[in-house]
């Protein structure tokens, strides 16, 4: 066996979760499963419907509806790039404690429709988040367009002349390439400077194309891509240095909006075992080759799972401790709430059992 069977790590810090409306039935359903996964930290995203997060007022609201559902994670908040974000709105976003911007180009994902058409017109916003060190979060995508030969096998690599344009212009904005997905993009975010980083799913270090082209609870944006692309993204894992850390995108829909008459809605379920399906990919990855079983140092998983996140956010260090037991769960084929179904990643599939210590 590559891994141990149990590791003891301090709690993650899962820097990138979609929770939804708070008061709501898919959030009472997903928020309480953070911690279940030895998550105690996340990074909240603000992409809500019918109205996203765009003032401080709402996000200390939401967060306050967050807490309400489970007050022992530490929730970072933030706001979604609009045009009612002016650089006043930062100044007050950073005293109330916001941690970032999320910019999403219009037309790229989920609830994208009243997002970024051109960073142009945000000039002084930018500057504004780059004087009071608010991170800018970025969503790494172009939209899909027939015209100019974008389709989401490659609306990541065209974006990143956009992330290389943006840090040239703001050069000490702390930047976020959320959710990577391509060897293109860990090259591109390994040789900008140590404020641009990256976040890392679970998912994306398991699935390929062939993977989501089957199975609609294997979609989301950015869509998994080749096996030189995974390749890549577990080798950023075990050699992240600080650079690249655990976001998850855990990404929660109603099995209705999966599985309905329309298009199928973009996003994997994968916060109630997040570290799970992350050691269950690293383990396929050394037994494919893709990566040494000596580069899985608990070091490894302790910067990864927990503390480069943390730094890059000036979060306070874990104080508390879990363990990972392997085969000490199975994934659940369902999570049931109030008029909603979601269905988790590897539903039914064994997995790490989490004890906090
Ligand atoms: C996310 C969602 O459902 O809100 N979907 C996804 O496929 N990742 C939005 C996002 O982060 O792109
Ligand atoms: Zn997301």
Request: hydrophobic share 40%; net charge negative; aromatic share 8%.
């Amino acid at each position: 066996m590559a891994l141990k069977d149990s590791y003891t790590l301090p709690a993650a810090a899962d820097m990138h979760v979609h929770l939804r409306n708070a008061p709501g039935a898919i959030a009472s359903l997903v928020t309480p499963t953070i911690r279940s996964a030895g998550v105690d930290t996340v990074f909240v995203m603000p992409n809500l419907a019918p109205r996203p997060v765009v003032s401080v007022a709402e996000a200390l609201e939401y967060k306050k509806a967050l807490q309400q559902l489970d007050g022992q994670v530490n929730y970072l908040m933030s706001l979604y790039l609009h045009e009612s974000v002016t650089p006043d709105v930062i100044r007050e976003a950073k005293k109330a404690g916001i941690a970032g911007v999320k910019a999403y180009p219009r037309g790229a994902t989920t609830n994208s429709q009243w997002g970024v058409v051109s960073f142009e017109p945000f000039h002084e916003v930018l500057q504004a988040m780059e004087e009071e060190g608010v991170v800018l979060n970025l969503h790494g995508e172009v939209p899909s367009s027939s015209a100019d030969g974008v389709t989401v096998m490659n609306a990541e690599e065209r974006f990143l002349p956009v992330l290389q344009g943006l840090v040239a212009k703001y050069p000490r904005l702390k930047i976020v390439l959320e959710h990577c997905t391509s060897a293109d993009a860990v090259k591109a975010v390994t040789a900008l400077g140590e404020n641009v980083v990256a976040t890392i799913t679970a998912h994306h270090l398991s699935l390929l194309v062939d993977d989501w082209s089957a199975n609609v609870h294997h979609y989301c944006k950015p869509s998994a891509k080749s096996p030189e692309d995974r390749r890549a993204l577990l080798n950023a894992v075990v050699t992240s240095n600080g650079k690249f850390f655990l976001g998850t995108d855990s990404a929660p829909h109603d099995i209705t909006s999966k599985k309905g008459k329309g298009n199928t809605a973009a996003g994997v379920f994968t916060q109630p075992h997040a570290l799970g399906y992350v050691l269950t990919a690293l383990e396929e990855a050394i037994a494919r080759g893709d990566i040494a079983d000596s580069s899985v140092t608990e070091d490894v998983l302790k910067g990864f799972f927990s503390e480069y996140g943390r730094q890059f956010y000036g979060v306070p260090l874990a104080t508390k401790q879990i363990r990972l037991t392997r085969g000490g769960a199975r994934v659940e084929e369902s999570l049931k709430g109030e008029g909603v179904e979601v269905v988790p990643f590897r539903a039914g599939e064994e997995t790490w059992g989490v004890e906090w210590l």
